[in-house]
């Protein structure tokens, strides 16, 4: 067959799936479904047109990414904390990272670390224990409870102890997508608060369970939340359908379902 009949037969197929409907409906479909990469053309559009953007610059500029798998939610809970204190003049200063030998040639009094937040930091406050995050076992009800990272309500008390008003939302089977997608895309217009979700990632097509991370923006046109991966190795910011982020947060964990939390400052 010639190039000129193949082009030709390309052609009539196309048009007779589009007169069909079928290629309309499977675009419907997925855009539905899938998870978009933030990195991509499709991303950067979605990012363009959002009318709820408010809270991504000032987010992205104090981004940083987990240091183990137990640390979403410290490390979510430094983004947001370095965000809402950025200009505040007396700000933590660790140096758990330092070693002795980095310190030796120094002048006396200098202090070489940046006052911030950071995962490690952020954990000196709330009930739950370093150790416990890590996975330390604990006695519940005389069994051996191991508890690894942070649970919605654990980290809504962490948040709270650092000064910070929040409002923690459990996704049960009563609670209404519309009502999520409100409270979610509301908040992303306004300055001064955040978004954190704590959903189930198997649940929405990717490898691993459960996770935390902050919302950077809402897409009214796709439907779609920004998450902002503090685990960019393992799956990158990504576009995620309203429905698909429900039902990640819509899962079991420990005691209760996930779901998420708004932020603001007291």
């Known amino acids: 067959m010639s190039l000129l009949a193949r082009f030709f037969l390309i052609s009539l197929l196309s048009i007779s799936f589009v007169s069909s409907g079928w ?10 479904q899938e998870l978009v990469a933030f990195a991509s053309e499709e991303g950067m559009t979605r990012l363009a047109r959002a009318a709820a953007k408010v809270d991504f610059p000032a987010l992205a500029n104090q981004f940083e990414a987990q240091s183990n798998a137990a640390f979403c939610g410290p490390t979510t809970a430094a983004i947001v904390l370095n965000t809402v204190y950025a ?13 002795a ?29 370093r150790s416990r995050v890590l996975g330390e076992p604990e006695t519940v009800n005389g069994k ?31 609670k209404p997508e519309d009502e999520i997608r409100t409270d ?37 046109q796709s439907d779609s939340f920004l998450v902002m991966d503090v685990n960019p190795a393992s799956a990158g910011w990504v576009w995620m359908p309203i429905a698909t982020l429900v039902r990640g947060m819509r899962t079991f964990d420990t005691v209760e379902n996930r779901g998420y939390i708004l932020v603001q400052a007291r």
């Open 144 to 174: 051996q409870v191991r508890d690894t990272g942070y649970q919605l309500r654990q980290l809504d008390e962490l948040l709270r102890a650092h000064g910070l008003g929040t409002r923690a939302v459990i996704v049960d089977n009563q």
């Open 101 to 129: 030998e980095d310190l030796q040639h120094l002048p006396s009094g200098f202090d070489l670390t940046v006052a911030r937040y950071t995962q490690d930091n952020v954990i000196g406050k709330g009930q739950k224990t």
């Open 184 to 220: 979610l895309a509301d908040n992303l217009k306004r300055g001064g608060d955040y978004v954190i979700v704590n959903y189930r990632r198997e649940a929405v097509g990717q490898r691993g369970g459960g996770h935390i991370s902050p919302v950077g923006a809402y897409d009214a």
């Open 87 to 99: 200009s505040a003049r007396e700000l933590p200063r660790d140096r758990s990272r330092l070693r």
């Open 23 to 32: 290629a309309q409906d499977s675009a419907t479909v997925n855009r539905g």
